[in-house]
Structure formats: C-alpha cells, structure tokens
C-alpha cells in the first residue's frame, strides 16, 4: 500500500497564475478530503467526497477554489488565479466507513505564490 | 471560541521524560476522539484512537477521554528525541468529519 500519494510536492508560482494540486488515495478508500493548514489557522478542512461526490464544501475560501474527483482513484484541487494568501501546505487525506478510525493524510503540496 | 482548544506550545522535555498533552472542546456531541502526530514537511500520521470515555494504552502512549469534563489528553512516557514532533488531538460526531485541535509542539532533548 503506497499510502495518499499528492503531487507535486513543492509549487511555486506568480500571483495570477493557476495551480493545480492532484491526489491519488488508498485504493478501496471512499472517502477524500482536502486540507489547507498555515501556521495562523492550522489544519482547515476545504472539501470532502464520498464515492467520488462532493459532500461538504463550505470549507473552500472562494470561487478561486473548485475540486473535482472524476474516479476514484483521482483527484484535483485547482487555484485560479492564484493569490499570495494561498501560500500553505495543502493536504489530501483519504478514509472508509466515514472516517471512524481516522484519516490517512499523504505528504502534503507546499504551496508558494509570489 | 474554537471549537477544540489546544496549547500550541513549544513544550520542551529531557529526554526520559513524560510528555503530557491536552485538548479541551466544547461540542458535546463528539464520540469519536484520536491523536496525530505530525513531524516537519510530512502529513499527519494516526497515533491513538479512542471511543467515547476512557484509557487506551499503546506502548509508551495513554490516550485518556473524559467527557464529563470535555477534556482529552495524550501521555507518552519514557520520551525519545524521536517523539519531537507536532500533536494534533482531533475529534468526531458519528458520520460527520473530523474537527482538530491547533497542535502542540513538542521537543525532546537529549
């Protein structure tokens, strides 16, 4: 089992540009969530899907942030345009059975925007 | 107020010793309550996991629940320079997401 596997793992990017953040989770996991985490606000839940639905997305800061999972062995989390304010880690974390037992987190997109 | 509250620290401790961590929360609610520990530039990793009130031992870790007083804590004993890291404590209401405390930063000292 190769855990959540996240690309790319480092992002640097200009103000204005897109960026897009991809996630692979644990193959039979039917839950996905994506997380944003600074060292002001922590760890922030954006958005979660089950079954390749999106669930809850009340997390996501702004129109500037949209998510899709086509499959479910796939997803992305797209910035556009891309702000300085976004700078952060950005985390995918895939789960079953509702997340009782708690999430898989893979290693994380660190996200720069100048 | 947040809804999980957690000492961000740095808690500083020589090696050998115990480590205490605790997160309080006001969401009554909560079932569900677990501890993640977290190093630098890598994702949060799953340490204990617990139902409800109560002790769960693993090792050098005791996860302790106390739902009268809303109240979580996490012991790890004998501490290691390998235990320093960030702790996240996190918690859930049945079918809904998990919500997690700040984290604590944690250095052991040789």
């Known amino acids: 089992d190769a855990g959540v596997i996240q690309s790319p793992r480092h992002e640097v990017t200009e103000m204005g540009q897109e960026v897009t953040l991809r996630c692979k989770p644990i193959?039979?996991?039917?839950?996905l969530f994506w997380y944003r985490q600074t060292m002001m606000r922590g760890l922030e839940l954006l958005i979660y899907f089950n079954n390749n639905v999106p669930i809850d997305d009340s997390g996501m800061p702004e129109d500037r942030f949209s998510a899709k999972m086509p499959n479910a062995s796939f997803s992305t989390l797209k910035i556009q345009p891309s702000e300085p304010r976004d700078s952060a880690v950005y985390f995918c974390?895939?789960?079953?059975?509702?997340?009782?037992?708690?999430?898989?987190f893979g290693s994380g997109t660190r996200l720069t925007v100048v | 107020q947040k809804e999980v509250e957690q000492d961000p620290g740095p808690l500083s401790v020589p090696e050998g010793a115990i480590v205490s961590l605790n997160c309080t929360y006001s969401n009554s609610a909560f079932q569900y309550f677990m501890w993640y520990r977290q190093y630098s530039r890598k994702g949060p990793e799953l340490l204990m996991y617990t139902y409800s009130s109560g002790n769960k031992e693993d090792g050098r870790f005791t996860a302790q629940v106390d739902k009268s007083s809303k109240y979580i804590s996490l012991f790890i004993r004998d501490s290691q320079p390998s235990d320093s890291a960030t702790y996240l404590c996190?918690?859930?209401?049945?079918?809904?997401?998990?919500?997690f405390g700040g984290g604590t930063r944690v250095l052991v000292k040789p």
């Open positions: 996190a918690m859930q209401a049945a079918g809904n997401k998990l919500t």
């Open positions: 974390a895939s789960s079953r059975d509702r997340g009782l037992g708690g999430y898989t």
């Open positions: 193959s039979g996991h039917d839950y």
